[in-house]
């Protein structure tokens, strides 16, 4: 189970993260009021994405003898004007890959984790204290 908590700073919109044994910090940028301190939750939420993309083609390159020597993966997140969001992902090595290679590796990257959860959403569930408590 991954777990995640966080707390104000007291410092509009900043705010610490525990995950896991990590912290992070995260605020919104000064045009939006915060600080700009730290990554949005928007930038957490493309580095999510873009730590699984990296993640698992390294691991199935590994696993298929493949060298992607210094690989990247570049993430854009826009909203069209229904408030639809769409993710465009470059991927890139700094080896040469074969026309295949590269199919198939937009194959797994369609497929990674991370990537699942977020086309196919999740049940999000919240609840507060009870009254008084």
Known sequence: MHKATIVSTGTD???HIQAGPFGLNTDEPKSLGGQGGAP???DYYLASLS????????????????????FRAEL??????QGTAHIHRRLYSDQPLTAEQWKRLLEIVANTP????????AVITSEAPAAGA
Do not use: S
């Not at 730590?51 to 210094?70: F, P, S, V």
């Not at 991370?114 to 959403?121: F, H, Y």
């Open 13 to 15: 919109y900043q705010h």
């Open 40 to 42: 949005a939750p928007f």
């Open 51 to 70: 730590a699984c993309t990296a993640i698992t083609l390294r691991m199935y390159a590994q696993r298929k003898g493949w060298n992607l020597g210094e």
């Open 76 to 81: 854009a997140l826009r909203f069209d004007e």
């Open 114 to 121: 991370v990537t699942k959860v977020m086309r196919n959403g």
